[in-house]
């Protein structure tokens, strides 16, 4: 492709994205398609003779759009969003046409330094304690997603409690325990396998009536592990659960952390963001004092384009000294000078892309007020629902809702609560997931895509309202 046929197809692309946000609300939120439909329209080989790039263009239209769930529709509600906006899309297209790779401070010194100076940054702008900064003993890296950033975590944990030699002999069977709420994403569960510790090492602890962990549950259970010579190596807290949106006591499973010396991971993923806003900023109670990492994902909820987790270390020693494996071809005076970060040593892949441009880019144009404004009006609109639901008597509302998630059901058998949310995605209009709380399958909407206003909710409530009498 020529710089000149770049240029023109690039406008066409940037066109076709600006149409397709357009029009997307006139679209099925959920796709359609049946299983295969989309491999039948593509052709069984490659082309042998290069085509156009119209011609990929004009297959997004008839091919890939009847194939996707659009999660940028303003009735997408089903699981945490991934906020996408235009800032964020140009820093995307930027980055890929700078194509730098920033495994070492060397191989781009922008690619390390923007994303350690945004990160302190977002730091700030969560309040996040400064042992998370570079200021501090520790500092922020970009991961693809909230599950490396907690496996990550667990793997600085096992370092830090074995004195390294976990990196060394690995992991010595039956010996260490790891603790999260029964509330809690499947991604720990895949980080202690993938981390050799086995999936029974993970102690799933009870929760209060609200959903939130137990911390005396928790220091029983690992009151027992330890009399049975079990050593507790990590506890990952989760401030917005992803069923219901719980927030973990932190503060007391921290002191409970401390007494130990366990690692405590906060698992913020979807509300950490948040935090930018003061008045919600009692979800990182107790993260300062005693968090050992946190993460965040602004790519849910802060319209940065998927994927971006923010991940944070308090002791950035025991993630390098985890994770660091310096080859002769990758020595070089930078890295030997101790002056900068090496990335490669904070994750799991060596290679990583520049996330940190499309970060910057929507902190800088969106401004802290801007996003505020966008987290307060998801929050408002989830009130506003919530209204509605608890106005009704047909309805009850399944779980605390001071953010932007909202769990609801019609009161009755789990059937009709089935029924109503499969006619709800049928009709194409909305999309909502679910979930089971105490037993109860429940119908969940999540709050805080770019293009929601109070019209989609208030016609969702419509539906569900409407759907409700012919279900119920
Ligand atoms: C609380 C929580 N943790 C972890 C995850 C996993 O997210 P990711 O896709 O970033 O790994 C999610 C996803 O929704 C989540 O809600």
């Known amino acids: 492709m020529t710089a000149e046929e770049f240029r023109r197809h690039g406008r066409a692309a940037v066109d076709w994205i600006a149409d397709y946000w357009g029009r997307v609300e006139s679209l099925p939120v959920r796709s359609q398609v049946q299983p295969g439909w989309v491999r ?39 699981y945490f969003p991934t906020s996408t906006s235009g800032p964020a899309v140009l820093a995307e ?9 920033g495994m070492l401070w060397q191989t ?16 700030a702008m969560l309040a996040l304690p400064e042992k998370f900064t570079f200021a501090g003993t520790g500092g922020g890296v970009i991961q693809d997603t909230a599950s490396s950033a907690i496996l990550v975590a667990l793997v600085a944990a096992l370092h830090r409690i074995s004195d390294g030699q976990v990196a060394r002999e690995g992991i010595e069977r039956g010996r260490y325990a790891v603790y999260t709420s029964t509330q809690t994403n499947s991604a720990l569960e895949k980080g202690v396998r993938i981390s050799g510790l086995g999936a029974s090492s993970i102690r799933f602890i009870e929760t209060r009536s609200d959903l ?16 049975q010579g079990i050593v507790p190596v990590m506890v990952m807290a989760t401030v917005g659960t992803t069923s219901t949106g719980a927030v973990d006591p932190v503060e007391s499973i921290g002191r409970i952390c401390r007494e130990s010396e366990v690692w405590l991971h906060v698992d913020a993923a ?5 935090a930018m806003c003061p008045e919600f900023r009692w979800i990182h109670q107790g993260v300062a004092a005693y ?22 270390v308090a002791d950035r020693e025991s993630l390098v000294g985890a994770l660091s494996v310096l080859p002769e071809f990758l020595r070089n005076p930078a890295t030997d000078s101790g002056a900068v970060v090496d990335y490669r040593d904070w994750q799991v892949p060596l290679g990583r892309r520049f996330r940190a441009l499309k970060l910057w880019a929507v902190i800088r144009c969106y401004g802290v007020e801007g996003l505020r404004t966008h987290l307060r009006h998801s929050v408002a609109l989830a009130q506003r629902f919530a209204a509605w639901v608890g106005a009704d008597e047909r309805f009850e509302l399944m779980a605390p809702h001071p953010l932007s998630l909202v769990c609801f059901r019609l009161r009755g058998a789990d059937e009709i609560n089935r029924r109503l949310l499969e006619a709800l995605n049928a009709s194409g209009r909305v999309y909502l997931s679910h979930t089971v709380i105490h037993g109860a399958f429940t119908l969940r909407l999540a709050i805080g895509g770019t293009a929601t206003r109070l019209e989609h909710v ?8 409407r759907l409700a009498a012919v279900c119920g």
């Open 108 to 123: 781009s010194p922008a690619c390390t330094e923007l994303e350690q100076h945004v990160l302190d940054w977002l730091a």
């Open 93 to 101: 297209l930027l980055a890929s046409g700078l194509g730098v790779q």
């Open 270 to 274: 979807y509300a950490g963001v948040a």
């Open 458 to 465: 208030a016609a969702a409530w419509d539906q569900i309202s």
């Open 40 to 78: 039948e329209q593509l052709p069984p080989a490659p082309p042998y003779v290069g085509e156009p790039f119209d011609a990929v263009l004009a297959d997004l239209d008839t091919i890939v759009v009847p194939g996707l769930t659009h999660w940028q529709h303003p009735g997408f509600f089903a």
């Open 212 to 227: 939130s962990m137990d911390p005396d549950a928790l220091r029983a259970v690992m009151k027992k592990d330890v009399a």
């Open 291 to 312: 968090a050992d990492s946190y993460s965040t994902n602004p790519h849910k909820w802060m319209l940065t384009a998927f994927d971006c987790d923010a991940c944070y």
